[in-house]
């Protein structure tokens, strides 16, 4: 199997040195990115395990809220009940920022506190409202549950794209440049032999030739 050389390379002693100091700090980052992979992969991972509880949390949420909303429907008509949402508080601003996750950028979002700009839903007092408070109150819980899962879910895609590029990294150190730079210090290190015999040899013949003697 013919070694797969670094192109350029001129076969010196210099050269040779500075090879050997660029295996040095290869398989140094090569260790470094095996290490930051393995603990990216453990963080989504774990990461991914709180998704999924967080999932059936959210689903669960929403299953609760719609129950109350289903009945004050149901004593209200589809029409009142509309009429009734429309008078609710709407929720504050979210904000949509970014942490450092393994030093990868994900998405965070910061609940506004209170939720909403009152306490109190905005729809007349008067109405049925027993069920629809409830629906309320409950719908908002269920909408933050959601918000902190579409976070979790966008930091699970940042993740899984950065430990993508981060594996490529190391499997190009591992699988190429390491091994080229191995192979490309060894065809110096023969090259240099070879020349070195040579001289050797040349340097006899040369001995025998002003002595009148042949060589063995």
Known sequence: MSRQNMRGVRPTRIELLMIRKRIVVAEKGHELLQEKLDTM????????????GLRIETEAAFATAYLPLQRAGMLMGQRGLEEALSLTSPAEEIDMGTVTVMGTPVPAITLPEPFRDCREPGYP??????????AYHQGEQA??????LAELEGSLVRLADQIAVTRRRVNALANILIPS?????????DYLEEMEREDIFRRKRAKMSRSGGLLP
């Open 41 to 52: 992969v453990m963080e989504f991972f774990r990461l991914r395990e709180r998704r999924e």
């Open 125 to 134: 007092l008067a109405l049925p409202s027993a069920h629809l408070d409830a």
């Open 143 to 148: 909408v933050k549950t959601a918000l902190r």
């Open 181 to 189: 730079l191995y192979n490309t210090a060894a065809y110096i290190e």
